[in-house]
């Protein structure tokens, strides 16, 4: 799993059936040094290129090689702690994101990645929800709903995932509802890029130091996205920055870490029934002063995964290997209350070592 948030790999091992059973073994997080981030970064820039008409660039498929070799260490260094696997499921790095045009762009070689592991693999996991009319997105709560049946957390529960995007999955009994909430990490971490000349703002320190602008935060939820009935999904990039731009590095860094806060607090009004438990998963959860924020605003027991027994880093790449197994068994990956598509629906192309 390589999340929109371009710190880096995450690779889990899990024991499952693609049903009920679920026993998460090791993992590992292998970061992205400047230069990975870089190209990927420049890669997203040249999908919006091709997004208006323009052919695929070499830069793309160079990425895309780059990326999937990286994925092959990764896998390679976790094996030398877990032993042999079965089959990897390969999410890829999305570059964009445009289910209203029923095309999603995860870039990922998955009959490279078999050939270079030796493993079967399954990738593109997204497309065929998004094709079918869903928005290919938030595709991890049907592992939330898994997890959660093992655990004695008061309900209703929400899972809050806060990558380079937010989403939440509210679960109250055999009900799930997902959808995007708005921004995660990414409009901090290219605040702090561009500002700070650092990738993140590490615990939210910087902001720490900052003022919540009210205006400009008051503009950003004014967005029409957030009163939108869910199922709904984001790009990274759909929300900019143009109402911090004229505030120092800390009041931005502040005010668009409330803006995460405050667009995730939001979600509840989309909720049929007021959630007991928030469970926070990650690297947005490192965040202490995003936590804090988050709390604020929630009349509810927030919780870090780990105070749920989880690994919050491992949660995600966990859940592609969940769904790899559930599209071998041709089991649905999505919802009509996860993804809006009409009906169930299976996904992932195979590709046999």
């Known amino acids: 799993m390589s999340g929109t948030s371009l710190d880096g790999v995450d690779a889990a091992v899990l024991e499952t059936d ?28 040249d999908a919006r290129g091709v997004a208006q008409g323009a052919a695929v660039p070499q830069s793309i498929r160079d990425a895309e090689r ?3 070799e ?42 490279l990645l078999a050939r270079l592991t030796g493993i079967d693999v399954v990738n593109d996991f997204r497309s065929a929800d998004v094709k079918a009319g869903g928005q290919g997105a938030p595709l991890v709560p049907l592992y939330h709903a898994a997890l959660a049946r093992n655990s004695q957390l008061a309900r209703p529960l929400v899972i809050v995932n806060i990558g ?13 509802l997902a959808f995007d909430t708005g921004p995660g990490n990414a409009p901090i971490d290219d605040w702090m890029h561009s500002h700070a000349g650092v990738a993140v703002d590490k615990n939210g320190d910087f902001a720490r130091t900052g003022k919540v602008n009210d205006a400009a935060l008051d503009a950003m939820l004014a967005n029409p996205f957030f009163d939108v009935t869910p199922p709904k999904s984001l790009d990274r990039l759909d929300f900019g920055m143009g ?28 909720f049929p029934d007021s959630a ?3 469970i926070v998963c990650g690297g947005g959860r490192h965040n202490t002063t995003l936590m804090q924020m988050l709390q604020a605003r929630v009349n509810a027991q927030v919780l870090k995964a780990e105070g749920a027994r989880w690994d919050g880093d491992a949660l995600e790449a966990e859940a592609f290997a969940y769904l790899a197994v559930r599209s071998l068994k041709g089991l649905p990956l999505s919802l009509p209350t996860t993804t809006g598509v009409a009906q169930p629906i299976t996904g992932g192309k195979f590709w046999k070592a």
């Open 276 to 278: 007991m438990t928030w």
């Open 164 to 176: 380079g995007v937010a989403n939440v999955t509210y679960i109250n009994g055999d009900f799930v």
């Open 243 to 270: 109402a911090v731009e004229g505030l120092s590095p800390a009041d931005g860094a502040a005010t668009l870490t409330a803006f995460t806060a405050a667009s995730i607090a939001r979600a509840r009004e989309h």
């Open 66 to 68: 780059m990326l999937t």
């Open 18 to 45: 693609g049903e009920a059973l679920v026993r998460p073994g090791p993992a590992l997080t292998m970061p992205y040094d400047d230069a990975t981030r870089a190209q990927l970064r420049a890669a997203l820039e």
């Open 70 to 111: 990286k994925h092959a260490e990764a896998v390679k260094a976790l094996l030398a702690k877990s032993g042999p696997v079965d089959l990897i499921g390969f999410h890829g790095q999305t570059i964009l994101h445009r289910p209203e045009r029923r095309w999603t762009w995860q870039i990922g070689d998955g009959a």
